[in-house]
């Protein structure tokens, strides 16, 4: 007879699932081998094999699922991409860049002041602070150093509140500003909102296919007991 296959680290933790499975993570065939002494006696353990899987499951498979999230991540991996595709050295924090508030405008401006990230005076991809040589030019360790100090600034009120276009913006953050900057931040920051889209229409199918391989795995009728 065929039972559902539930991991025993699994079982109980149903907000951890749920998040698991909202995030998409992408289990590749493997195998996990589940000894449990909890639902027989410690003489008579029982070892559940699941047919197609080798691996031994540890005690830290919530962490290597997680990992698995943030490997396989359609919204980190399409950022990645978009990134590159336009050469910027910015690809390489897809996975942070993301988790940052105002990612999507934030990446939008520094198109238009530094193309992505390709020319950048002291890590300062966005003119934070005015001019290279002006007492409030900000100077950053890296790129990622930047992008979230980015971040919180459009995170204010007078940005987020208030100066919430980039129309609105011009003679604001950029003086005095000009047609080309306003549009050619607005045309990336589009492709960035349907880029985060369809990466999320994508984590949706992975979740489906996710779900299905924890519904399908099951016991094998052969279980060893030990």
């Known amino acids: 007879m065929t039972n559902l296959f539930i991991p025993e680290f699994l079982r109980g933790k149903a907000p951890f699932l749920v998040a698991l499975i909202s995030l998409t993570v992408w289990v590749h065939?493997?195998?996990?081998?589940?000894a449990s002494a909890n639902e027989t006696s410690e003489q008579n353990p029982l070892v559940f094999e699941v047919k197609n899987l080798n691996s031994n499951l540890q005690s830290d498979n919530e962490g290597l699922l997680l990992n698995e999230v943030a490997e396989n991540d359609p919204l980190v991996n399409n950022l990645r991409l978009y990134l590159?595709?336009?050469?910027s050295p910015l690809a390489e924090y897809a996975d942070q860049i993301i988790l940052q508030p105002q990612w999507q405008r934030a990446l939008a401006i520094s198109y238009v002041e530094s193309h992505f990230g390709k020319f950048c005076h002291s890590n300062n991809c966005s003119g934070i602070g005015g001019a290279p040589?002006?007492?409030s030019w900000r100077k950053y360790a890296d790129k990622m150093e930047w992008f979230k100090d980015m971040a919180k600034l459009l995170e204010k009120p007078i940005y987020k509140e208030k100066y919430t276009t980039f129309q609105k913006m011009r003679g604001v953050y950029v003086q005095p500003g000009s047609a080309n900057w306003v549009n050619g931040a607005t045309k990336k920051y589009n492709d960035l909102i349907k880029l985060t889209e369809e990466s999320q229409t994508q984590r949706i199918a992975l979740a489906h296919k996710t779900s299905e391989?924890?519904?399908l795995a099951t016991f094998s009728d052969n279980t060893d007991i030990k």
Not at 29 to 34: E, H, K, N, R, Y
Not at 84 to 87: E, R
Request: glycine letters at 18%.
């Open 29 to 34: 065939p493997g195998a996990w081998v589940l």
């Open 84 to 87: 590159a595709k336009h050469g």
């Open 133 to 135: 040589g002006q007492k």
């Open 213 to 215: 391989i924890l519904a």
